[in-house]
């Protein structure tokens, strides 16, 4: 767990990976993909925001190598809290 959020692009676990779509008319839209047909991708952002994008909107779709947990987040805490995080985390682990 330290691992995880000392070097949180280390490995991302599947159901966390974030995806970067980018649209014909520039914008770009990231977040978890929550689905995916031939006709329509869904995206679900940081916010929890849930976007419908179209495929024929999409000029690229791909997997982002980057965490959705902050880099440096770790930075912000002290050592008595990065210990009471992980023994908060442990004890949701069935």
């Not at 995880?4 to 599947?14: E, F, K, R």
């Not at 994008?53 to 982002?64: A, G, P």
């Amino acid at each position: 767990m330290f691992e995880s959020i000392l070097y949180p692009n280390a490995g991302i676990s599947h159901n966390y990976e974030s995806y970067i779509a980018v649209l014909h008319d520039g914008n770009i839209v990231t977040g978890l993909l929550v689905s995916k047909t031939d006709d329509l991708v869904v995206i679900k952002n940081q916010e929890g925001v849930v976007r419908n994008i179209q495929q024929s909107e999409i000029e690229e779709l791909s997997k982002s190598p980057i965490s959705l947990m902050p880099s440096d987040l770790y930075k912000t805490m002290t050592q008595q809290q990065m210990v009471d995080v992980i023994e908060y985390l442990t004890t949701l682990k069935n």
